[in-house]
């Protein structure tokens, strides 16, 4: 299965700046996905990543505030925006498995001070 | 809409037998089960597709309930390396049988398992 190579590992930040996560796959993918990991909870997408198409947001995640890009099949960004102490999470992409299922990033911790 | 996991949480000695619950209010394509440690980042055991299937990976398997929208996750003989955090994710898919592609997680089940 693929394998994804997610940086940084972790940052802290100043409220309203802003912080670009990389995630380069070893394959091609057609989909990629962003999810936020917020301390002790569970997975929530933020939104899926085509190439050559705009990124498609979940309810209560905005472009404006999470932009992504996909510049080509193997690698995407996330970059949050404005940053606010409620945006201390973990983030991670994803991408599908070629027999099911889906693989992981290693995270980006974020902690906006 | 979110999976609803139960237990939340669980506690075992070595050896010893769990079973892990996801149910859904809506009509799934798939189901999905992935363990998490600590500070890591969630890992694939298996995916369940809609069928009745039951799936197995080493002592830990799985069962797809379509009809009910449930799926349960059945350790036996744990080990140590069995703690973690799981969470099934769970996959809609039209009447037509075509998958939205794209994942919902329950709010996880925490499992220690102790010497």
């Known amino acids: 299965s693929a394998v994804i190579s997610q940086k940084p590992s972790r940052d802290i930040c100043q409220r309203g700046t802003s912080l670009t996560i990389q995630c380069q796959v070893d394959?091609?993918?057609?989909?990629m996905f962003w999810y936020r990991q917020q301390p002790g909870q569970s997975l929530t997408l933020i939104a899926t990543a085509n190439q050559g198409s705009e990124a498609t947001y979940e309810s209560g995640f905005v472009i404006d505030k999470f932009p992504i890009s996909r510049p080509n099949l193997t690698f995407s960004t996330l970059t949050v925006s404005n940053m606010s102490p409620e945006d201390s999470s973990i983030y991670l992409c994803s991408v599908d498995r070629v027999r099911g299922g889906y693989t992981f990033g290693s995270g980006t911790r974020l902690t906006v001070v | 809409q979110q999976p609803v996991q139960s237990p939340q949480a669980v506690i075992l000695r070595e050896g010893e037998d769990a079973v892990i619950n996801c149910s859904s209010s809506k009509a799934l394509y798939s189901v999905h089960w992935y363990r998490q440690k600590h500070g890591e980042a969630p890992v694939f055991l298996m995916i369940l597709l809609k069928g009745g299937e039951q799936k197995g990976h080493e002592k830990i398997s799985a069962s797809f309930n379509e009809k009910k929208q449930q799926s349960s996750l059945y350790l036996t003989a744990s080990q140590l390396s069995y703690s973690g955090t799981y969470f099934c994710g769970t996959e809609g898919g039209n009447a037509g049988g075509t998958s939205y592609g794209k994942l919902t997680f329950g709010q996880g089940t925490i499992l220690t398992v102790h010497p």
């Open positions: 394959s091609q993918v057609t989909m």
